[in-house]
């Protein structure tokens, strides 16, 4: 697995997880996504 170079965990507040929630799941998705293998792959 190869960290994410120059990544940055994506971090929001909750009232913006509960729009993405409703408004644009593939977002809400990709960012989870993104989150998930940064910590996996050890970036943070």
Do not use: S
């Not at 994410?4 to 929001?12: D, L, S, T, W």
């Not at 997880?17 to 993104?34: E, F, S």
């Amino acid at each position: 697995m190869r960290a994410i170079a120059q990544g940055q965990k994506v971090n929001f507040r909750p009232e913006t997880a509960v729009y993405l929630a409703g408004n644009d799941t593939q977002a809400g998705k990709g960012i989870a996504g993104h989150n998930a293998y940064g910590k996996k792959a050890g970036c943070w």
